[in-house]
Structure formats: C-alpha cells, structure tokens
C-alpha cells in the first residue's frame, strides 16, 4: 500500500584534533589494522584504476562552479546522489567553508581528510542496530549449519545420478558458511569502527583517478572532489552504516581496513543510514541519516506528485493530510527552512538530480553531461545543467506565500523528473515508479546558523 513516510532524524558531530599524514610504503600498509582514532589509508594502487600523481597543495574551491560535478551516463559512475549533494553543499558560503575544513593536512604525497560523522554517544544509541546484524546473522550460520548436515545425511542414501547434485549442494553451503562465520568474526570490529569515525581520519594519495568503465569516480571533475570520493567510500565502506535491505547490492565480505576495489560504487553507499528504535511501539530514538560532508542531518520523505497541484492532493487526504501545507509542515519542511539555505535532492528514472535555494532565487541542477541529442531537445544545452528553475523565474519569492511557494517547489519537482525521465528514454509516473519517489533534504540551513 502506498503511503507517506518519515525518516526522524538526529544528528551531532565532534571535530577533534588534527593529525599530519606521510607516504607509507605497500608492506606497513598491508600492517595497518583499525583501532579508534587511527587514520585509514587509500591505496596509490586501485584495482582496474588509473592515475596520475599530483604534488601541488590541494585546495575546495571557495566559489560554486556547476562543472565541477559532472557525471557522464555512458560511463555509468553511479554518482548523482553523491555529487548533486556535494553540489548543493558547495553552492553556500558555509558549505564551501565545511568542505574546506574536511581537508586538515597534506604533504606532497597525501591528503588527510576527516568527515563529519556523529559522535560516539549519538551513535551508541543505536547499537540495536549492530546487535541485530548479530542476531540475523548468528541465525542464517544456524540455518545453513543445519542445511549442510541434511545435505551431507541425504548424500549417504541417495543414487549415483543424484550424487553430483548433492556434492554441489553441499560444496554452495560449506562455501556460504564460511562466509558467514567471516561477517561474525567482523561485526564486532565494524561496530568499534562506527562508533569512532568522528575521530577517524582518512589518508588519500594525491592522485587523479579514473575507470574507464563500471560504477565508481566520475571523470571531468577537479582533484579535491575526486579525493573527498576515494576517502569517502573508504570510511563508508561499513555494511552497518546502510540500510540492511541494500547490503546485498554491494557488500560482500567488508574488513575493517578493505580496501577500495573494482567493483565499488556510489550506488549503495552514499547516505549513511541507521533505524529508528522500537520498544513496544514506542520510538526511543527517531532514524539517524546523514551525509558525512556536511554537520547537518538529512529527512528523506516518499512524495507522489502531479502537474496541476504539485502533489498528489487525493493521496495526500487519503493519509490524513489536509493540504501541501499540512503535509510539509508535518515534516518538517518549510519555507524558512528552504530560503536560508538547502537543498532538495529527488530522484527519477534511476537519477537525482536537485534544487538549491538561497534568499532569493530557486536553481535547479543536473550533473549529467550526456553529449546526446536527447538531452539538448529537453534542455537546449548539454549539461552539466544550472538554470534557475522554470515555476520560480520572475517571481517574487519574499512576496509569495508559503502555500504556494511549496505547490510550485513540487510542480518544479514533477516537470524535472518528467524531463529526466524523457532524455532516459522512459516515462515518469510517480504511481508507478520504483523506488517510490522520493526527496531529501538538510534538517537545518546549510548555514552558520545552529
């Protein structure tokens, strides 16, 4: 059944100490183990990447250039999530600052970055979560245990056509059962990772990496994003940090010190997720979901949207809400939240794309660069696109009540992901699409304000 959500979110940050990074060379590399307030280390050698060195100081820009996050369909980066948020963050002079600080040391091999994950109280709130992974996993070891002994009892009894059949069946689970009893052996290690990433920092080479094919770091963009990338999917690299639903699009057997490899991408990992906590239907801690480039907390909320009224004002009803205003408010989700600052990321056709807003103006971005006849009869431009969006041009925002201030944020957002949809070579039905759709936004301005 279809129905509105609400992810609650909590989010805090602690920012201690600075730690100067040097070169290590392959062997005390291989040696480096996690332990709390350690530094991890990004590989110079990628599997299937190549680089090319880079010695000059590595610098975020303090300025919004809408080149600099481009992802190119055709090279399937599976990056618009990650890099239209960076984006947004970068468009606001406190972003910029909050990127900038991210880097806190360099010398002319490494970058050493530290990210803004909560700390480790905020964190422990949630240590259900790590247990539950436990409880699942110690459960599938149980049934695959028991699995194998059926298996190996059948195998004593069965014909000679059936036998090959069997050693097979048996051979799968011995394989999957060590697997399993590797994820146990792991969990512990990943849970006192989780609890201590806010003191954790990661070293990066300074090199320019590339793949020419599959899903992991875009091409097209400057150095000190692709550095922020490789260190973010290393201190991401964390099953107990996703949804447990996703876990299987990307994670296999996770050590605490993996490295980054081939197969990795910004598919899976960009939003740092942990649930809610439930104690006879009484929430003690409300979800935590978090981008870990900026000090602020992200809501993602399920929208159904439609031309004329901007969201879908009969399914809005049908789940108690008497109007756009009643079900933003709700939410969280305000003019004044908007206008000072944020970001709306949504997503269609498999890709997101965002709003940003600032005390005056409402742009709308798409990273994409497709270099293809479609995108340039949709949009009369090649992309990355940065136009002020269509519902808010020669409007007056300080003058337009809230109402319809948020029936034009969604009509923008229902004729954007038509347009998305169209350069995709699909059709954009927000009854229909899967995942339902959906938007993200900063609980708090992407400002100084607290």
């Not at 000059?56 to 600099?68: G, L, M, N, V």
């Not at 939003?271 to 809610?276: E, G, I, K, S």
């Not at 439609?306 to 108690?320: A, P, Q, R, V």
């Not at 041009?393 to 003058?399: D, F, G, H, I, V």
Request: with cysteine.
């Amino acid at each position: 059944m279809l129905r509105y959500f609400l992810f609650g979110l909590l989010m805090s940050t602690s920012l201690i100490g600075v730690q100067t990074c040097r070169a290590m060379d392959t062997e005390e590399l291989d040696k480096t183990r996690f332990s709390p307030a350690t530094t991890l280390f990004v590989r110079k050698d990628f599997p299937a990447h190549t680089s090319t060195s880079f010695k000059k100081t590595i610098e975020a820009p303090d300025h919004f250039d809408p080149q600099h996050y481009q992802q190119n369909k055709l090279k399937k980066d599976l990056a618009c999530v990650f890099e239209t948020l960076l984006a947004g963050i970068m468009h606001t002079p406190y972003g910029r600052q909050k990127i900038q600080e991210m880097i806190i040391s360099q010398d002319e091999e490494n970058v050493v970055l530290r990210f803004y994950f909560p700390d480790k109280n905020t964190i422990k709130k949630y240590e259900s979560h790590y247990k539950s992974h436990v409880d699942s996993n110690n459960g599938y070891i149980k049934d695959t245990e028991e699995a194998l002994t059926g298996w190996k009892e059948s195998q004593a009894t069965a014909q000679s056509e059936d036998i090959a059949n069997i050693k097979e069946r048996i051979k799968e689970n011995e394989e999957h059962l060590q697997y399993l009893r590797q994820i146990s052996e792991q969990l512990p290690q990943l849970w006192e990772k989780t609890s201590s990433l806010h003191t954790t920092h990661v070293s990066v080479p300074k090199q320019s990496v590339v793949k020419p094919e599959g899903g992991s770091f875009p091409h097209d963009n400057p150095l000190w994003n692709n550095i922020i990338q490789q260190g973010f999917m290393k201190i991401t690299k964390n099953r107990l940090l996703c949804p447990e639903e996703d876990t299987s699009e990307y994670v296999t057997s996770l050590t605490p010190d993996e490295d980054i490899q081939h197969t990795d991408s910004f598919a899976r990992i960009t939003m740092c997720y942990l649930p809610q906590i439930k104690r006879d239907e009484t929430i003690l801690h409300p979800s935590l979901m978090f981008f870990p480039l900026i000090d602020r907390e992200i809501k993602q909320l399920t929208v159904f949207t439609k031309e004329e009224t901007g969201l879908d004002l009969e399914k809005l009803i049908s789940f108690g809400y008497q109007n756009i205003f009643d079900f933003a408010h709700a939410h969280g989700l305000t003019k004044d939240l908007l206008m000072k600052s944020n970001v709306i990321q949504f997503g269609a056709a498999g890709h997101a794309v965002a709003l940003f807003f600032t005390k005056d103006k409402v742009y709308y971005y798409d990273n994409v660069n497709y270099d293809h006849p479609l995108q340039r009869e949709v949009y009369e431009a090649n992309g990355p696109i940065y136009e002020e969006a269509k519902y808010f041009k020669n409007k007056n925002l300080n003058e337009m009540d809230e109402a319809e201030f948020l029936q034009r944020i969604f009509q923008e957002i229902h004729f954007r992901s038509c347009q998305v949809a169209k350069i995709r070579e699909q059709v954009y039905d927000p009854a229909t699409e899967w995942p339902s759709p959906y938007i993200r936004f900063f609980t708090k301005p992407l400002t100084t304000e607290k």
